[in-house]
Every structure is written in structure tokens, then in C-alpha cells.
């Protein structure tokens, strides 16, 4: 679920790897003053506003956020913000208690007015002298990105059930890598109640600002004044929404407002061209790196293409220095090849660059991860981004390559990329965002499951399995195989034993990694003791064969009454094919074909038995088709889903031999 909260500022310590920052640099960034600067407006709080005690979340109650941003003539930026929180209960005490406001000291200080606590009509002030503690902390240093923040650290003492803690800021400074150029994206509903949304935008740069509405509208009045234009919203008391579980990271159901002073997506583009254009290199080390690749490939340019991403992906490991300017500005590309690291733009400046003394024309591309389709609505912005892949075009056609991942091999069109919807190619000739429609490229992963079972009921079975994976499969499995392939082969054993529950292992997984062709091949042979299981009721052994790797996708929303889209496991591509050789009997089994197809995935059974041979054989075939089933659609996807399960498995029974069916209906009779 998209993680909608009021922007108090309080951004979670995920490492234990903190230290206390100390001496100049805490000291020029922090401070405290307790008079707020002429332009910002003081707005009152409503200290005895009644409590929707039922719409209380985690013991917390806001009263007031009261958000102010003057943007003067130069662009240079200050935000003010002010809150106030009323503790409802126990389990509110540990939240209000903390104020952790992060910020880049490398352009960005932060001055504090006020921290108190109103109790019972009277003022604690919480905000003594100018010693306010600050620690460096990195949310994302598990995911290799250093920001170079720091965060506040007031912890209030005395802090009580019944208490309002309030307490006001400022921000001054803007990354300097915008050159100027504002966006500011507000919420103005959440999944937690507030009395009371102030919002006051200064604006006094001679570009027009362009804001746009989404979910929810809300007043916005203009109002001139001497030194431009003032935008200002009260949103008293929005509406709570809650949504669901397990919706698409785009999924934004809550009201929010869109400033941007872009007035088209060319204006974004002029913006990035220089950040990119000045960091691409063709120097010696790259020349030879290019002509090692021409050499071994010296008549194939789609493979040169393969090969440097292949050499970026495995000789730059990915670590992302995001401070400052170095959030947006890639490194040069000779730097990031001599330092052996860099984030996703320094990985694609880099891949250009070799790509460029190939021969071969690329453009950097800007995508969201998870807004995906959504930008499409958006007013141009510099904000609508979170990460940068390679955009280049062969044969008329949009080729889409990410540095970033791992593992990745065969040729060019074999390379999976997601395709996130639309991309904004960094080309003095682009005046739009690109449609990625083109780059969901699905490859069938290809899996033959044999059982013997001609032992009969009394004897152990017998099963291997020979997987072919293709695109993203493969690239999922060399991940997993690079963290340790006795894990993996553990992982495929305990799936195994899901639904044979005394399977082990004659032949553990053993894995073929063809790099030429992509492709990926796991094969494995196991003992199946005690595959037939005893039925007294039917008097009867029965076993039963299993589409195991379908089962994994037919996925199941947790919660089906909806207003959020439910995700599904996109691409999906299997062909599961399951021969089964049986004792020599007389067996019977229908000849079946069904077919199962919606908006939302392709499935299909079909049951052959060969009797010269005891043979009998399972076909199957599944393709997800759609990232989300819609809200409206869970029931007609979870009656296609059943449909699917009735005919997933299949049951094979044996009648009890009469001396063991005399003795166990006795019993039945008996009990």
C-alpha cells in the first residue's frame, strides 16, 4: 500500500551505523529563533477541537499542519512548517515524543521557533538554548545510496497522555542542481484524521506557476500582492480515506495539488541536457574498453550493444553518492570507470559513453520505478523521477537497457526491461514523454517435470524436473545463484516438499548458465517416498500432480472487498509440462482441453494418456497479460481464478486390494 502520511518530517533511523555530528557543520545548519521572518503567517491551533476517536491511529491527533513556502525572485526557496499534535493515548507517547526533521546540509539550514507542550492551558517550552542535537543518518546505506543527510534528534522529556506537542520550522536553501527551477507536490487528504490543512505559497518569480488537482479539489485562491502572486489553501478538517493492501505503487486514491513552473516536458529536457551531455566521455580507458568489445565482436553491433551493457552491469557495482548536486548531476563517466562504482546515472552515463565509441547513438532516459503511467497526468516536472536507464533505437524501434541490474545475457532482444509506462528521453529533439510499450518483451520459461510412479501404491516415486529459463527468470536465478547456490537448491527443495512433503534429493539442483543464448537451465532428481497417500473413506490410494510454478502466480488479494487496483505478478510466461509413467494396469483418463482465458491471464490444461506406455501427460500453459486487475473486477478475476484451480491439479486413485478393503470397511463400519 502506498504509504500516505501527514509530512511531519519524522524519517525512521534504518541503521544502527549512526554517529553524532558534531562541530561546524551541525552548527552552521541548526539553530535555533524564536521570531518567524515577516513573510510567513502566524496560524492559530485549535486546542480544544474535538477527537474522532474512532478515526485515531497509533494514539496520535493532528490539530494543525500549517505548511508556507516563499519562492522569491532569484528561485531560492524557504519552507516553513508548523504542528501540533495532541497525544490520545499511551500508544501515541513514543511518536509525539520525538521530533527528527532530516535535511542536506550542503544546501539546505534549519532554524527551529518553537517546541512545547500545551498542558491543560498552559506552555511547557521544550526549546531551551541552541544546543539542538543532530546525527547523521543514511535510510537507504542497505541499498548502497549515501545522501549525506543529517537528522535532528529532540526527544521531549515529561511528555503525557492528554499533551500537545507543537512546534514550528524553517527550511532555507534548495538543491542548487535545480538551477532555480521549482516543483512542490501537497497532499491534502490522508488515511489519518487532521482538524485542520493551512497551506500559503509565495510566489515572486516572473514565470508563470501551473498547479494542477488530483482525487480531490480543493480552494485555491489567488491572490496578488506587491511582491507577486500568493496561492493559498484551508482545507479544514479532509475527509479520512483508507484503501487497500496490495495495490500498485501508483495507486494514489488521496487528494494532492501539483506546482510546477515547467510548462511543457521540452522545458524538463533543456533542464537535464546539460547535466548529461557534460558528464559523457570518450576518452583512452573507454576507447579501449569499446575496442576490446569491437574485437570480440567484430560484426555484430546488437552484440557490442549486449557487451557493454554486459560490462557496466558486472564491472561497475552499483553505489550511489546522492548529495548535493550529485543527486541529479552524474559523475564523468572516465571517473566512474576509474572508481569502479556509481548509481544508476553515473552507470548510464558511462554505458553511453562506450556505446558512443561504438558507433552507437544512446540517450539517457528518465523513469519513475513507481509512478509509472501516472506521470502521463502530470504537469511537467523535474520531480516526477526516481531513476535513469538507456534509450537507444534500432531498426525504427525504441530499445530500453538498465545498467543498473544484474545478470543479464544473450542477445539484445532476449534483455528484459520493465516497462514503466512512459520515459523522458534526454534529447534536444523530445518535446514529450515516450510510451515504454515496446519494452515488455515476455520469454516462456519452459519447465518438464517427469514422475515415475510404476512402482505402484506400495512403492516410492521417483521425480526430476529440467527447467529452461529465459529473461527475467534467468536474470531472478543468476541473482540468487551469485548469493549461494546451496541456498537455492534448498529453496527449490523445500517448494518441492510443499506438496511431497518426504521428498529429498538423489540429485540436487544443478544449474547451465548459457550466457550466448540467455538462457538458464536447472535440472534435478529426487525419491518421492510415500507419494500415495491412504483414503479409507473412498477405500483408496490416491496421489495427485501439481502446475507447482503456476500455483505461485494464481495470486490471491487479501482483502477483495476494494477501491484499490490488486497487483498481479508481472510478466509471467510458463509452459509446465508433467509426464507421469504409471504401473502397468488398466488406468482410465478422460482426454481434456480447457481453457481459461480473461483480461488478465491466459491458462490452459491439457490431459493426454498413452496406454501402450502407461503414460500419462499434463500440458500447461500461463501468461499474465496485465500489471493490476482493476477494483471493480476482483470478482470476475477470482471467479476466473477458481476456475483455474478446479482444473489445476490431477488426482490419480487406486482402488485397495479386496483383502485390505474387507479389513479397512470393517473398520469403517465398526467406528
Not at 494514489?252 to 548529461?276: D, H
Request: hydrophobic residues 35%; glycine residues 6%.
Amino acid at each position: 500500500m502506498m504509504k500516505v502520511t501527514l509530512p511531519v518530517f519524522r524519517l525512521a533511523l534504518l541503521t544502527a551505523a549512526v554517529m553524532v555530528a558534531t562541530g561546524a557543520q551541525a552548527a552552521k545548519t541548526v539553530g535555533v529563533n524564536s521570531t518567524t521572518a515577516s513573510w510567513i503567517m502566524p496560524e492559530a491551533v485549535s486546542t480544544s477541537a474535538r477527537i474522532p476517536q474512532e478515526e485515531v491511529r497509533n494514539g496520535e491527533y493532528y490539530l494543525l499542519s500549517d505548511q508556507q513556502v516563499r519562492v522569491d525572485a532569484k528561485g531560492d526557496v524557504a519552507r516553513y512548517s508548523h504542528f501540533a499534535v495532541k497525544v490520545v493515548n499511551q500508544q501515541g507517547l513514543a511518536d509525539a515524543s520525538k521530533i527528527n526533521v532530516a535535511f542536506d546540509p550542503s544546501y539546505e539550514s534549519l532554524t527551529f521557533h518553537q517546541v512545547k507542550i500545551i498542558r491543560d492551558g498552559k506552555v511547557i517550552n521544550k526549546l531551551k538554548g541552541s544546543d539542538i542535537p543532530v546525527i547523521s543518518s543514511e535510510p537507504d546505506i542497505r541499498d548502497s545510496i549515501y545522501e549525506g543527510q543529517l537528522t535532528t534528534n529532540l526527544l521531549l522529556d515529561d511528555v503525557r497522555v492528554g499533551d500537545i506537542v507543537e512546534y514550528s520550522l524553517t527550511r532555507n536553501g534548495q538543491n542548487p542542481v535545480y538551477a532555480g527551477r521549482f516543483g512542490y507536490f501537497l497532499d491534502t487528504q490522508w488515511s489519518i484524521p487532521l482538524h485542520g490543512q493551512h497551506f500559503r505559497l509565495l510566489w515572486e518569480k516572473n514565470t508563470p506557476l501551473n498547479l494542477r488537482q488530483f482525487n480531490r479539489n480543493v480552494q485555491v485562491s489567488t491572490i496578488p500582492y506587491a511582491g507577486g502572486v500568493k496561492y493559498v489553501i484551508d482545507n479544514p478538517s479532509p475527509p479520512t480515506l483508507y484503501t487497500n493492501s496490495e495495490a500498485p505503487d501508483w495507486f494514489n486514491p488521496y487528494g494532492y495539488v501539483q506546482f510546477s513552473e515547467f510548462g511543457n516536458w521540452q522545458g524538463v529536457v533543456s533542464w537535464a541536457i546539460p547535466l548529461y551531455r557534460d558528464a559523457i566521455r570518450t576518452d583512452a580507458a573507454i576507447q579501449s574498453i569499446a575496442q576490446q568489445i569491437r574485437s570480440a565482436y567484430p560484426s555484430s553491433q546488437d552484440q557490442q550493444i549486449v557487451a557493454a551493457l554486459e560490462y557496466v552491469q558486472s564491472k561497475i557495482r552499483y553505489v550511489g553518492i546522492e548529495i548535493g548536486e550529485n543527486s541529479h548531476r552524474p559523475s564523468p563517466a572516465s571517473e566512474t570507470l576509474a572508481r569502479r562504482y556509481g548509481d544508476c546515472k553515473d552507470k548510464v552515463i558511462l554505458m553511453i559513453s562506450i556505446l558512443r565509441a561504438l558507433g552507437v547513438e544512446a540517450q539517457p532516459a528518465l523513469v519513475s520505478t513507481d509512478k509509472e503511467d501516472a506521470i502521463a497526468s502530470y504537469l511537467p516536472t523535474i520531480n516526477a523521477f526516481n531513476h535513469v536507464i538507456v534509450h537507444l533505437n534500432r531498426q525504427g524501434k525504441s530499445v530500453w537497457l538498465d545498467p543498473t541490474r544484474d545478470s543479464q545475457h544473450g542477445q539484445l532482444q532476449d534483455i528484459y526491461q520493465p516497462d514503466y509506462g512512459y520515459a523522458l528521453v534526454i534529447d534536444a529533439n523530445t518535446t514529450a514523454l515516450t510510451a515504454m510499450t515496446q519494452a515488455t518483451t515476455q520469454h516462456a520459461t519452459v519447465i518438464n517435470d517427469t514422475f515415475d510412479v510404476s512402482k505402484g501404491a506400495q512403492g516410492e516415486g521417483r521425480f526430476t524436473t529440467d527447467r529452461t529459463m529465459n529473461g527475467l527468470d534467468a536474470e531472478l536465478v543468476r541473482d540468487r545463484l551469485a548469493k549461494g547456490a546451496q541456498d537455492l537448491r534448498g529453496r527449490y527443495l523445500t517448494a518441492f516438499q510443499w506438496y511431497y512433503p518426504k521428498l529429498d534429493a538423489l540429485q540436487p539442483m544443478a544449474f547451465n548458465d548459457n550466457t550466448a543464448s540467455g538462457q538458464l537451465r536447472a535440472k534435478g532428481d529426487y525419491r518421492v517416498p510415500e507419494i500415495w497417500t491412504e483414503n479409507d473413506n473412498d477405500l483408496q490410494y490416491q496421489t495427485a500432480f501439481y502446475p507447482t510454478e503456476i500455483y505461485r502466480y494464481l495470486d490471491k488479494p487479501d482483502q477483495l472487498k476494494r477501491i484499490a487496483p490488486f497487483t498481479l505478478s508481472f510478466p509471467v510466461n510458463i509452459q509446465q509440462n508433467i509426464a507421469v509413467t504409471l504401473e502397468d494396469k488398466k488406468w482410465k483418463f478422460k482426454k481434456e482441453n480447457f481453457v481459461e482465458d480473461n483480461d488478465y491471464f491466459h491458462y490452459e490444461r491439457q490431459v493426454r494418456y498413452d496406454s501402450g506406455k502407461d503414460l500419462l501427460t499434463l500440458n500447461y500453459q500461463f501468461q499474465i497479460k496485465k500489471k493490476y486487475v482493476p477494483a471493480d473486477d476482483i470478482d470476475s478475476y477470482m471467479k476466473a481464478r477458481k476456475r483455474v484451480i478446479d482444473h489445476g491439479e490431477m488426482w490419480v486413485v487406486e482402488p485397495y486390494p479386496m483383502v485390505l478393503r474387507t479389513l479397512r470397511s470393517g473398520k469403517n463400519t465398526s467406528s
